[in-house]
């Protein structure tokens, strides 16, 4: 079983930092790509910033400038760096890792976490 839990959101005025975290457990052989999504209220879930195992990064154009994602891949954790932060980022941050096996040979699946709150508002 694979367990993916976020942190680090909370609340922060505009112009402000944050810093997410995830953590994926369980046994694990490996993650293809892990995640940043984000959902704002009356939204759909947007992809925010994305990497893959080899270190490939993607980034929503919103974002670009202002976010940083990284990973550490012995630790299948993924972190969300945030600068410059607007009222517009406000929204629930999942977490997402995609391709993940659990053995070399198995099929891979995807997870998700739960969500963590960011909120930027004065």
């Known amino acids: 079983q694979v367990q993916v839990a976020e942190s680090g959101g909370g609340l922060v005025q505009p112009g402000g930092s944050l810093r997410l975290s995830c953590a994926a457990s369980?046994?694990?052989?490996?993650?293809?790509?892990m995640g940043w999504y984000r959902q704002a209220p009356g939204k759909g879930r947007e992809s925010v910033a994305t990497?893959?195992?080899?270190?490939?990064?993607n980034y929503a154009d919103s974002v670009k400038g202002r976010f940083t994602i990284s990973r550490d891949n012995a630790k299948n954790t993924v972190y969300l760096q945030m600068n410059s932060l607007t009222p517009e980022d406000t929204a629930v941050y999942y977490c997402?890792?995609?391709?993940?096996?659990?053995?070399?040979?198995?099929?891979?699946?995807?997870?998700w976490g739960q969500g963590t709150q960011v909120t930027v508002s004065s």
């Open positions: 997402q890792c995609a391709g993940v096996r659990l053995r070399s040979w198995a099929s891979p699946r995807d997870y």
């Open positions: 990497i893959t195992s080899g270190g490939g990064t």
């Open positions: 369980g046994s694990i052989f490996s993650i293809s790509v």
